[in-house]
């Protein structure tokens, strides 16, 4: 599946698209199809998002899971202080990741 | 140290008021984030993994009690409670609001710092040595001259734009701790007939093309080291690569010219520049230099240290150095708790760094390259309060140059250029050799830990280094035998294949046992590395 990302433009956060609006959590992002760059482009004129871009995806038991490392991290937060992270309760929450 | 003048502080307020406009702009959306990413990187505020980063500026690694307590304040405030310092003797906030970013830079002006030239294609925040002007073996204090450089670059109208980034590292001893000759200019300071003066390098760096950076003239007299470097930025201005980002470092036109070439373009251009006028007078010379004046120490104390305590006693012998004042030492404070982050700090540690700065250290503390904090003048008589004190705030670690005391960037776990993470290889590797005897018995050994090839975490400088790589989208390490930052400088070589996370924690051990195995009698793992060379270890390592 393909996700939309971006960082919310006033905090900094990762947010991902949810088909009506944005998230923190990867979980609520949809399935963009290919219409990521166009939603992108209403998106960023709009100041919902800063610098917005389309990504691989799989849909787990787990939920939504980013193809790409890189990403998983971005949706967790650093796997080196789970306390910040999206699941500051769940000791493991680590291994998603890897 | 030095405090800003009115110009100086006209010169930050004025920033701080034009980047809250800025910022005031962009959310209200009559800037795009084409227009505003430029003006956000000039203050130093970067867009990172998972939220805006900030780097603050800290000149040539010197701060004072009241700015380190900012540091803390701004970390409690607006961020998550921490800061990062780090390998350019700044320290980073991870988790900064675009709408606070004003607010902060006004917090930071308001104790004489800034954020400016962290980032860009200009010439970034001076490095130097963190025992400047407390070192026994130093021929002049290197901050005079780092702070007239600070005040020559800062806004400089010709070298804003440079093809690439630059970054500059003033030393004064023969003892290196600044990395110096892997700097866009090394600059050791020198004397020649009683004259104080600059032997100048040029074209060092690391990341995607390590070099070391060739000796261009072995003297500059101090008063005319402004023009010469000003010649040695013209001409990397009007010849470095702006049409490749990968080959327009300095160090890149300094291998295709040739040295020679060159050294001889930047002598024609010095010529030039001498007839101009650019060096500073000397009173201005001696006004800076009046604010590095020793503080006042105070005499006839004793060097006896009670060394009792064992745990103390191991402390000192590892975190302390030789100070230039008898009574005095120098403490060296590991920001690389066993298991923690290399280089960060909490708020709550921030500030008791500065508590004993202002109590115990003439209110002066330093960043330093390797992620670690110092403070310069300690008496030896409040060696062991200080020590207790570090103790409770867990900056008690004794492990200065030893294998746990890692250099690393911040990896795949908050930097968006990197590859693969940094900081759990260097808590992994660190636990393996956390029992302090077996970290003594391999003696100095420097291990530095790159997330990607930009280096950040001087890889390529390190006794072992280890560069994180992707592989089809999983991680991999790489390792390097034999670099040093150091003044026996050198760069490491890749030892083969690469490791998975847990294979390069091995591999890093397998490496020392080749050199417990081979070393002689007081013989550190770089030169028994140099000696013996990458054959043994490669067996080890690959069969």
């Not at chain 1, 219409?35 to 939920?63: C, F, K, M, W």
């Not at chain 2, 961020?79 to 350019?88: A, M, N, S």
């Not at chain 2, 962290?118 to 026994?136: F, K, L």
């Not at chain 2, 150095?321 to 290399?342: F, Q, R």
Request: aromatic share 8%; glycine share 8%; charged share 25%.
């Amino acid at each position: 599946m393909n996700i939309l990302t971006g960082n919310d433009l006033a905090t900094g956060d990762v947010i991902w698209w949810t088909g009506e609006g944005w998230s923190r959590h990867v979980n609520d992002a949809v399935d963009v199809g290919d219409r990521g760059s166009e939603i992108a482009q209403v998106e960023l004129a709009a100041r919902h998002v800063n610098e917005a871009y389309v990504i691989d995806a799989a849909q787990t038991a787990d939920g939504i899971r980013p193809t790409h490392i890189k990403e998983r991290i971005r949706a967790l937060g650093p796997t080196v202080r789970l306390d910040l992270s999206l699941k500051p309760a769940d000791p493991t929450a680590g291994n998603w990741v890897i | 140290m030095y405090r800003y003048d009115q110009y100086d502080q006209a010169m930050v307020d004025a920033r701080v008021a034009e980047f809250r406009d800025q910022t005031e702009r962009r959310l209200s959306g009559q800037l795009s984030e084409a227009q505003f990413r430029p003006l956000r990187l000039m203050n130093g505020l970067y867009l990172q993994l998972h939220a805006y980063m900030l780097r603050v500026a800290v000149p040539y690694g010197t701060l004072s009690g009241r700015q380190m307590h900012m540091l803390a304040h701004i970390a409690r405030k607006y961020d998550r409670d921490y800061g990062h310092f780090t390998t350019r003797q700044n320290i980073q906030y991870n988790w900064i609001k675009l709408a606070d970013a004003p607010d902060i830079l006004a917090d930071l002006a308001s104790v004489e710092m800034h954020a400016i030239q962290t980032s860009g294609n200009c010439i970034r925040n001076i490095s130097s040595d963190q025992y400047a002007g407390v070192a026994a073996d130093e021929v002049a204090d290197p901050r005079p001259l780092s702070e007239l450089l600070r005040q020559w670059s800062s806004f400089h109208p010709e070298f804003t734009y440079l093809p690439r980034k630059f970054k500059i590292a003033v030393i004064s001893s023969k003892t290196d701790r600044a990395a110096m000759r892997l700097h866009d200019i090394g600059i050791e300071l020198v004397k020649k007939d009683d004259e104080i003066g600059a032997k100048v390098f040029v074209g060092g760096g690391m990341g995607r093309t390590p070099m070391i950076a060739p000796e261009i003239r072995d003297f500059v007299p101090f008063n005319e080291v402004v023009s010469y470097l000003e010649a040695c930025l013209r001409v990397y201005n009007r010849y470095g690569r702006r049409d490749n980002k990968y080959k327009a470092r300095i160090k890149i036109l300094v291998h295709e010219m040739g040295a020679d070439e060159y050294r001889r373009q930047v002598e024609e251009e010095f010529a030039h520049m001498k007839t101009l006028g650019l060096d500073p007078p000397v009173a201005e010379l001696e006004r800076i230099a009046a604010h590095f004046a020793p503080p006042p120490y105070e005499t006839g104390l004793s060097d006896e240290i009670d060394l009792s305590d064992r745990d103390f006693a191991a402390w000192v012998g590892s975190q302390v150095a030789p100070h230039k004042v008898p009574g005095y030492a120098i403490v060296n404070i590991s920001l690389k708790p066993i298991g923690g982050i290399p280089g960060d700090a909490s708020s709550a540690q921030i500030d008791l760094i500065a508590d004993l700065a202002e109590k115990y250290s003439f209110d002066e503390l330093r960043v330093t390259h390797a992620q670690n904090i110092v403070l310069a003048h300690v008496k030896k008589s409040d060696l062991y309060a200080v020590w207790k004190a570090l103790e409770e705030a867990d900056l008690g670690t004794a492990n200065l140059d030893l294998i746990s005391d890692i250099i690393a960037c911040p990896g795949l776990d908050y930097c968006s250029l990197a590859n693969a993470r940094s900081i759990p290889v260097a808590q992994k590797i660190a636990k393996r050799f956390s029992d302090l005897d077996r970290q003594k018995e391999l003696g100095e050994l420097k291990l530095k830990i790159s997330g990607c090839i930009n280096a950040c975490g001087h890889h390529h400088a390190g006794n072992i280094g280890i560069l994180g790589v992707d592989r089809k989208g999983v991680e991999n390490y790489q390792l390097l035998l034999g670099g040093s930052g150091a003044e026996d400088v050198s760069l490491g070589q890749i030892t083969g294949p690469g490791f998975d996370e847990d294979g390069i924690v091995d591999a890093v051990e397998k490496a020392t046992n080749v050199y417990l195995a081979n070393r002689t009698e007081g013989e550190r793992f770089v030169e028994t590395f140099r000696r013996i060379g990458m054959a043994p270890f490669k067996e080890a390592l690959y069969g």
